[in-house]
Structures are given as C-alpha cells and as structure tokens.
C-alpha cells in the first residue's frame, strides 16, 4: 500500500489529525451514554496508567516487542540467505520452492495450537510463529529480486574471476534490495500482528495478554487500554518499516 | 527420464521420507501422544468426513469468510468513492492510513464485549480488515483515472452518473478484484483466528481449539490440513472466478 498523496509531514499532520478527531468522538460518544461496556479515553488511560505503575504495562510491551523482533530479524535474515543460496544451487531450488509457497499459502494461525503442544508455551514458540510469517513474505519478494537480475551480468562478472560471495553481496544483494524493502514494510506490520495474535491465543504474555486477560474480566476500560497500546506499536512499527524502506531504496541509488 | 518426471519422483521422495520419519520415530524422540502418527491422522480425518463434521465447520468457515469479504469490499470502495469529496476526503484518506497501521486482530477483544462471542464479531473483524485493502485498491485506481477522457465524455453529453457508469465503475473492475484477491487469503486467516480465540461450536478454527484443548493431536493435525487445504481452494476459486469476470468485462486490467 503505497502512501499517494502529499509529502511525509502532511501525512504526519493526517495522521494526528484523524487521532485527535477519533479520540474526541470517542469522548462525545463516552459522555452521551451509560452503558459500562463503554469506557471514555479518560477511564482507558487511567487504566493504562494503574498498569505503568505497577510495572506491568513496561513488562507487557518489553515481553512484546522481544518476540517481535527477534522473530522478524531470525525471519529476515534466513530467508534472504536462503533465496540467496538457492540461486547457486538451482536444482535444489525446484525442489525447495513449493513447500516454502505451501508454508506461504498456509494459514499459520490455524498451526498455532499445534505449536503449543509441541513446543510449550514460552516465548520461543511465539518467535517461531513470528520468524515463520515474516520469512515466507520476505523469501518471496527476495525471490522476485533475484529472479530480475540480469543473467549476462553475473556470468561476466564470474568470468572475471569474482567470487560466488562478491557476486553475491555486489550484485545479487544490492539489485535485491528495493525489493527486499518492500518485502520489509509488508512484514514488519504483519510481524507484530502475528505477534499479538500469538499472545491473544497464549494469554499470559505481553500486550496480547493483558488485553485477554482484561477482556476475561468483562474490564472494558482495560480493553481499551491495551487495544490503545497495541495500536500505538502498530504505528511505531509501520512508521519504522517505511523509514527503513526508504532509507534502503535510497542507498540502491547512491 | 525428463525434467518434470524427475522433479515428481523428487517431491514424493520428500514426501516418503517425511511420513515414514513421522511414523517410524522413535517414541522417546516424538511422543505419541503429542505428534500423533500418520496412522491415526488417516482414520481421524475419515471420520471426520463420514461423521459430516467437516462439512458443518468447513461451512462455517467459509460463509464467514465470504460474508465478510463481500460486505468489506462493498465498504471500502465506497469509502473510497468519497476522496473526490473537498473536505471529507482527505480527513477520510487520513483516518484510514491510522486504522491501517492499526494492527486490527485486537480489536477481537472489543468486538466481543460488545457483540457477544460468535459469527457476528467474527464477521465484523472480517469486515474491519477486508475494507482497508479494497480502500487503498481502488483509491489507487480512482488516481489512475484519466480526467481527460472524464472531461471529453462531459463534453459529448454525459452527465455525472453516466461518466460513472461508462468510465469510472469499468475501469475499477481490475482494482477492486486485486483488492479481493488480496483480501481473500488474509480474511480467511483472520476468520480461523477468530474461531480459535473466541470460538463458538462451529468452524474450522474451532474444531482445532477444541482437539488442541482436549489434548487430541490427530484432531488437531485433521484440523490444520482442512484449514490449509480450504484456503488453497478458496484462492483457486476466486483466481478462476475473476479470470472470467475480467475478461467480461473487458478490462484486462487486472494486476494480479
């Protein structure tokens, strides 16, 4: 999804302006009505603030983004070395190839119980599911780069006597890199959800798990709350995948 | 023996060598009970199907699915149709790029609290997701637009609803179904996430919950592969559906 109109900080004054306009309808809405189901702002970040003072909003999101990164970078980094290690190995890629795109096709939700039985429940099983989502988006679109590169060039460039390495880091990666930024912005959104889901299933960790667990106990305000702090990781997230795309498209030029 | 049959006898390789693994290790290395063996996966999956289980829950699945992509598809095109709009589409441009970055799974919890547990809050997060990609689809589209051959039509007699209809409704035909084919494997994940948190009696994710909380592992491997099996046909389904439609319509616009 491309960003298709004005430059960054008129998106930016977009943004803020359709929170702050949320945030007020949902003060209007809070003020107009009795029911209990619906918390105001004021009672979610009071409940955010209960939760910041008794450590557990710091535990929560540090418990969150722990897994979110270490599954997306373990998910990052084994795909692009994957797909860059198949174009030297070309009959192995034939054979790799569907099961990673049945791995792609899957729906990795549905394998998340199975984990759990597998595998227990720490935080290492939601790394996994993590690693295994972020690494089926970025194999693809690395793939796609890799399948553009020109076919001439990296013969001539072996002919010259460079190295699988040098041809590897000088021209498969680099011409790769556009499109392995895109796999990125798609991914790291797509990690932290993956991320969050994993928690709502497992119940006891992160920011995932104090929204089940408030929900568990019908407390509204804390839904709100948590729902209010996953979407702010979700910002953060999104924003930095876009900073790190452009950065990346960027150097490709230089 | 040539390219494609060798490739063949590679992947059943593959496949031989991995079930016979799965079967023949050692119950120290995989316990039974907790990776199950192909030789109960079979006879579970069998009853599973003779038993019509599988047809409720793989219905279940589905109609939600459907439902909620046609009803997001419908929303998010029609919000998009506001951007021509001076104030409003902007300010709606604005809060749908924030609810876009707003990862939408959680707000399961909301959904329920106020719609209860089951179809309709499942239908409504369907919705919540299906609607976001169909708006930057088609808004995408709706900027291709060339106000040119828009301005031309005016000039030749063609009011505002015929420009709509001739020139602007054809043309997002490619978008919207790109849209969809986005949109569908993405709202079926999140319709087996919503069954396996919140899950009522029926549906595919639900099925899986209930033999992964009854410790049932064949259940649970019977669940997984029915939920992979069904998204592979869902996409196939739809991929032959829009091939069709766009050919109809005479576009050929579609960047699948």
Same mark, same amino acid.
């Given at each position: 999804m491309t960003v298709h109109s004005g430059s960054r900080a008129s998106n930016s004054a977009l943004y803020l302006m359709a929170t702050i306009v949320v945030v007020t309808a949902w003060y209007i809405v809070d003020l107009g009505s009795s029911s209990p189901f619906i918390p105001g702002p004021v009672d979610a970040v009071e409940r955010a603030s209960e939760w910041y003072a008794r450590g557990q909003l710091g535990v929560a999101v540090r418990e969150t983004l722990t897994v979110f990164l270490v599954g997306f970078i373990v998910g990052c980094v084994t795909s692009v070395a994957l797909a860059t290690s198949l174009v030297w190995m070309p009959k192995l890629a034939t054979i790799v190839e569907p099961y990673v795109m049945a791995v792609y096709a899957t $729906?990795? %939700?549905?394998l998340v119980p199975l984990f759990f039985i597998w595998l #227990?429940? #720490?935080w290492h099983v939601g790394a996994l599911f993590v690693s295994l989502g972020a690494f089926a988006i970025v194999f693809v679109s690395t793939m796609t780069g890799l399948r553009s590169v020109d076919y001439r060039q990296l013969q001539v460039l072996l002919l010259m006597g460079a190295s699988r390495w040098q041809v590897t880091r000088l021209l498969l990666l680099r011409h790769s890199l556009g499109y392995l930024a895109a796999g990125i912005t798609v991914a790291g959104p797509f990690a932290l959800v993956s991320t969050l889901v994993v928690e709502m299933l497992q119940g006891t960790r992160g920011v995932g798990g104090l929204l089940v667990q408030a929900a568990g106990f019908f407390d509204a305000a804390g839904v709100f709350a948590a729902t209010a702090v996953a979407s702010a990781l979700g910002l953060l997230v999104t924003g930095a995948a876009n900073v790190i795309a452009g950065r990346a498209s960027r150097w490709r030029q230089a | 023996m040539t390219l494609r049959a060798r490739r063949l006898a590679a992947h059943v390789t593959v496949v031989l060598v991995a079930l016979s693994a799965w079967h023949y290790a050692p119950n120290s290395m995989f316990p039974q009970d907790l990776v199950s063996r192909p030789a109960q996966v079979v006879p579970r999956l069998a009853t599973f199907i003779a038993s019509g289980e599988f047809f409720v829950h793989m219905g279940a699945t589905t109609s939600a699915t459907v439902l909620g992509v046609a009803v997001g598809a419908v929303l998010g095109t029609a919000i998009a149709m506001l951007a021509p709009v001076p104030f409003i589409g902007h300010f709606v441009e604005g809060l749908m790029q924030v609810g876009y970055a707003? $990862?939408? %799974? %959680?707000l399961i919890a909301i959904f329920v609290l106020f719609l209860g547990i089951g179809t309709l809050s499942q239908l409504v997060l369907i919705v919540s997701f299906v609607m976001f990609v169909l708006y930057f689809n088609v808004s995408n589209g709706l900027a291709e637009l060339d106000d040119a051959t828009r301005k031309s039509l005016h000039i030749f007699g063609a009011g505002r609803l015929a420009v709509m209809r001739i020139y602007v409704f054809p043309s997002m035909v490619g978008y919207v179904f790109s849209g969809l084919r986005v949109a569908l494997p993405l709202a079926y994940s999140v319709a087996v996430f919503a069954e396996l948190a919140y899950g009522g009696e029926t549906g595919i994710g639900a099925f899986i919950a209930q033999s992964a909380r009854t410790m049932q592992p064949s259940g649970t491997i019977v669940g997984v592969i029915c939920a992979g099996l069904l998204g592979y046909c869902l996409d196939r389904l739809l991929v032959r559906l829009v091939d069709r439609r766009a050919m109809k319509a005479g576009t050929g616009a579609i960047a699948v």
């Open positions: $729906p990795k %939700v549905a #227990g429940r #720490g | 707003i $990862p939408k %799974v %959680v």
